[in-house]
T-cell receptor, first 112, second 117 residues
Framework: EPEVTQTPSHQVTQMGQEVILRCVPI?????FYWYRQILGQKVEFLVS????????KSEIFDDQFSVERPDGSNFTLKIRSTKLEDSAMYFC??????????FGPGTRLTVL | AQTVTQSQPEMSVQEAETVTLSCTYD???????LFWYKQPPSRQMILVIR??????QNATENRFSVNFQKAAKSFSLKISDSQLGDAAMYFC??????????????FGTGTRLTIIP
């Protein structure tokens, strides 16, 4: 069964460093999303991406965040200068339409 | 903006018994989708069941069923014959009507379900 994959599974970084989280969508999916879950809290929407541009972004998704599909397969989330409060689980989700979103296993980001 | 409320932070049930998790939501839209996701300790998000608002019939997936009350904006999940593997965090989620397929999911705060052997 096709699945969404994410790398790395766990990233530890120093405050102020840049991190790139990677996602490989299911091959025929065209709609991509990033969500964040701070430990013990609910899952929050960050950004949606379609046709090589951002469709919608939340207030969390400020200028420190960016997304792109650099090679037509990977879908990446970049945080330019990490803060302590960026520590969270980051989930990539993809969809082929307005039906179910399939979630990846997540990347746990720890900012020290 | 849509909001999703799960008023039960924790629930427990005896193995083989039935449990119902509650969810309410607020929206001004008439067409939308509702979902229940399961998050086990691995933290993977797994879709359990979904309901289209235009469908009056409640969705069912094996031991999982929903009670969708559109007028009351209520969407509860019933788990029958509870199994140890059902222990997880359960999130209710709302999705807006189709609009170029890029609608975000809005999640509730979750209910932690414990299965008692």
């Amino acid at each position: 069964e096709p699945e969404v994959t994410q790398t790395p599974s766990h990233q530890v970084t120093q405050m102020g460093q840049e991190v790139i989280l990677r996602c490989v969508p299911i091959s025929n999916h065209l709609y991509f999303y990033w969500y964040r879950q701070i430990l013990g809290q609910k899952v929050e929407f960050l950004v949606s991406f379609y046709n090589n541009e951002i469709s919608e972004k939340s207030e969390i998704f400020d200028d420190q965040f960016s997304v792109e599909r650099p090679d037509g397969s990977n879908f990446t989330l970049k945080i330019r200068s990490t803060k302590l409060e960026d520590s969270a689980m980051y989930f990539c989700a993809t969809s082929d339409s307005y039906n179910e979103q399939f979630f990846g296993p997540g990347t746990r980001l720890t900012v020290l | 903006a849509q909001t999703v409320t799960q008023s039960q932070p924790e629930m427990s049930v005896q193995e083989a018994e039935t449990v119902t998790l509650s969810c309410t939501y607020d929206t001004s839209e008439s067409d939308y989708y509702l979902f229940w996701y399961k998050q086990p300790p691995s933290r993977q998000m797994i879709l359990v069941i979904r309901q289209e608002a235009y469908k009056q019939q409640n969705a069912t997936e094996n031991r999982f069923s929903v009670n969708f009350q559109k007028a009351a904006k209520s969407f509860s999940l019933k788990i029958s014959d509870s199994q140890l593997g059902d222990a997880a965090m359960y999130f209710c989620a709302y999705r807006s009507p189709p609009n170029f397929g890029n609608e975000k999911l809005t999640f509730g705060t979750g209910t932690r379900l414990t299965i008692i052997p």
